[in-house]
């Protein structure tokens, strides 16, 4: 008999983890610092492996036949980097990849055809896209409403909650100190792997309002961050994310495996959040309806651009324009003003109803239903006029954008008299999402044009796959 032929195997895997370890090691003696893109690019990379590992868990060996290929072997593999927009090619340096990234190349190098002739990306539904557009949505709904259910109050909020308050105590013992949980979590569409809004009231601040953080409250976030990375068997991969509007600090609670968003000003957040459960109260199928679009939004990428608060603003716009949610001028206009809550000039109280007493009828939320429904919302953006009119849940009727300022109360405009250029809402954007109690923040007004384009280009695409057929239920 012949000798018996062994075969040399190497996962490609293998290889791709051993060249990302050797780089990461190589980088993090230089690059010391970290940023939120590091942490989410991080976090990516734990959950692809830890995904990776459960869902394959069949090991191979050495046998006969066949003989693994050590890691030794892999020594002579380097990678090459080139960059496919300009056809640049980058050499072996990841550090200057990342400086041409950085750079924002604009086809530079390219040829002059190329650069007349600059093709946008093709938008094109994924196979799960697809898939959820046409998915069972009894189904859907029975599995992501009780995931949702369980995560409006679990017990480990109050462990967040005990440590937090353990860690801020000794930094401020003087101050009264006080946590609000909010976000979508609280609200009802929120899933296990849904960050924890949090704002950390320290000496009393709930009423005050920040246009932009404060140098004090700038100091309190700082001395905040210093003591958690103290700690660092309770809070994980940290930062401060300081020069934002509303500055926070995430953090990675270790002893819940939850991620937080923790402020220290507006807490307009947990107003808005009473504001949305209440209508998801009365009118259910806007909770349905938001549920399935935060999945929409992850599957075609418009999460990148999009936050979750965004898509409830214009669902429920949505619905008030078809005259079955109320709008959040009706629900302010009933209160007493004595006992009204504001948050500097923005009015945060509202009066709860039910549909009967405001004679609007309760939208049926069977899976067809709702089907329907998201036909109509991708259908109602697609003809809507974003260069002339806002989505305005405050209001809920059309509004013209030259007329929005007109229409609105009078603590607006007191308030953005004071200061017009700080303080007015941005109009000039791709699109306006009001918030409907702060009204001077256009909560889509970091959304580029390309991306604004994307959204409308996906409701387009996804209009064509919602089945159309009325199953009787």
């Known amino acids: 008999m012949g000798e018996v032929k062994v075969q040399n195997y190497l996962n490609p895997i293998t290889l791709e983890a051993d060249l990302f370890v050797k780089t990461f090691e190589k980088l993090s003696v230089n690059f010391k610092y970290i940023d939120k893109n590091v942490i989410h690019a991080l976090n990516k990379v734990v959950t692809s492996i830890e995904k990776f590992l459960e869902q394959n868990n069949q090991e191979i060996v050495d046998t006969k036949k066949s003989r693994l290929v050590e890691r030794a072997e892999m020594a002579g593999i380097e990678q090459i980097y080139r960059c496919s927009k300009c056809k640049t090619d980058l050499g072996k340096s990841i550090e200057r990849a990342a400086e041409h990234v950085a750079s924002k190349c604009k086809n530079k190098g390219a040829p002059k055809s190329l650069k007349k002739k600059k093709k946008e990306r093709p938008i094109a539904l994924s196979k799960k896209t697809k898939s959820l557009l046409t998915a069972d949505l009894n189904k859907f709904f029975t599995d992501h409403l009780l995931i949702a259910d369980k995560l409006k109050s679990i017990p480990e909020y109050d462990v967040i909650e005990t440590q937090l308050l353990s860690l801020v105590k000794p930094l401020f013992p003087n101050e009264p100190l006080r946590v609000y949980r909010f976000g979508s979590r609280l609200t009802g569409i929120g899933e296990r792997d ?52 509303v500055p926070i600090i995430k953090a990675y609670n270790d002893s819940t495996g939850i991620e937080c968003d923790i402020g220290f000003t507006n807490s307009l957040g947990v107003l808005n959040t009473k504001l949305i459960e209440h209508i998801f109260e009365i009118q259910p199928i806007a909770r349905h309806m938001c549920l399935f679009l935060k999945w929409w939004l992850r599957r075609t990428g418009l999460n990148e651009g999009y936050s979750t ?60 239903n709702v089907q329907m429904h998201l036909k109509l919302f991708f259908e109602f953006y697609l003809q809507f006029d974003f260069k002339t009119n806002v989505v305005c849940p405050y209001l809920g009727k059309l509004v013209k954008i030259v007329e929005l300022e007109k229409q609105m109360p009078t603590w607006y405009t007191y308030y953005v008299e004071c200061s017009p250029a700080d303080r007015m809402i941005e109009l000039k954007k791709a699109m306006i999402v009001q918030d409907p109690i702060q009204l001077n923040h256009n909560v889509t007004k970091g959304v580029e044009k390309s991306r604004f384009r994307d959204l409308i280009e996906y409701m387009r695409l996804s209009t064509q796959i919602i089945p159309t057929t009325k199953k009787k239920e």
């Open 194 to 245: 849904s960050d924890v809004d949090i704002f950390l009231d320290i000496g009393d601040t709930f009423k005050i309002f920040e246009n932009r953080a404060s140098q004090g409250t700038i100091e309190k976030l700082k001395k905040v961050f210093k003591a958690m990375k103290n700690v660092p068997k309770i809070w994980k991969i940290v930062v401060k994310v300081d020069k934002a509007r």
């Open 309 to 368: 608060y965004s898509i409830v603003l214009m669902v429920i716009y949505f619905l008030q324009m078809r005259e079955v949610v109320p709008s959040v001028e009706f629900l302010q206009k009933r209160i007493d003003f004595n006992k009204a809550i504001s948050i500097g000039p923005w009015l945060g109280t509202f009066v709860s109803c039910t549909l009967n007493e405001i004679k609007m009828e309760e939208v049926p939320t069977t899976a067809t």
